[in-house]
């Protein structure tokens, strides 16, 4: 049984996936931030796992995961911060090939698993390296990325070999840096749904509720990542932050539940 599918399609809803940078901008507040998330709505947590050379995040991620670094945060960390938090919603672990083979990917896995980790990205590993994962079948569903710029067939491909959703990269760039394709995009989930049951969830460049909404309309759900953090960025030295978060938050969950 996929570990994370299962989970997710049982929300019968739009699904809204906020993506976070684990121990920004501290350690404390990120478990906060996660709290929130979960008491607005949302049907799981994408956790970025901090890396030093991120090749697919653009400008704000990179701000949250080199200030994160310097802070100490490792994978280890994650561990044992999480291991003191239990959520009602499942968290989805984003990170890089080198992270997971230096852990070792089975024990990754089991760790990550028990801390209440359901899911698995690894933004450079292709379909082709899927099989590195190998160890994590079962414990965490392996994720592959799609874009829309990739020729149809690979996008099928794509889609019947990743395991919870299918990630659909919406344009091209990096994270927070990427122009929607429309067009595209909407073209490749018309060939993901005829070859396939996969859940489709389009992430990078989605910037407002309205934008998440539009998609959500021939999508499960969005992810969003930039758009969140940087208003954390902008805003974490004020004394109501927080409580502007949670309204962000819950404007993206309003906004996804008015898509029929």
């Not at 701000?63 to 989805?92: C, D, N």
């Not at 990269?169 to 394709?181: A, I, Y």
Request: glycine residues 8%.
């Amino acid at each position: 049984m996929d570990p994370l599918r299962e989970v997710l399609e049982k929300k019968k809803r739009k699904l809204f996936v906020p993506y976070l940078t684990f121990g920004y901008p501290d350690v404390s507040s990120f478990c906060t931030l996660l709290r929130i998330c979960e008491e607005e709505g949302a049907d799981a947590v994408e956790v970025g796992i901090p890396h030093s050379d991120p090749v697919a995040d653009g400008p704000v991620i990179q701000t949250t995961s080199f200030a994160a670094l310097k802070q100490g945060v490792t994978p280890l960390r994650v561990v044992e911060v999480m291991a003191g938090i239990r959520l009602s919603i499942p968290l989805i672990a984003m990170t890089y090939g080198n992270i997971v083979l230096q852990y070792g990917v089975g024990k990754f896995a089991r760790d990550f698993r028990e801390i209440g980790f359901r899911g698995l990205i690894v933004a450079d590993f292709p379909l082709e390296a899927r099989d590195f994962l190998k160890e994590a079948q079962g414990l965490l569903s392996r994720i592959l990325l799609a874009s829309v710029t990739s020729p149809l067939e690979r996008v099928r491909r794509i889609a019947e070999a990743s395991e919870g959703f299918v990630y659909l990269v919406s344009g091209k760039g990096v994270t927070g840096k990427t122009e929607v394709d429309f067009s595209a995009l909407r073209e490749r989930v018309a060939c993901i749904r005829s070859h396939t049951s996969a859940l489709v969830l389009p992430g990078f460049g989605i910037h407002d509720p309205y934008q998440a909404a539009t998609l959500a309309e021939y999508t499960d759900g969005v992810i969003v990542g930039s758009a969140l953090l940087e208003y954390i960025i902008r805003n974490k030295d004020t004394e109501t932050w927080m409580e502007g978060f949670a309204a962000l938050v819950r404007s993206y969950r309003r906004a996804l539940d008015g898509v029929a």
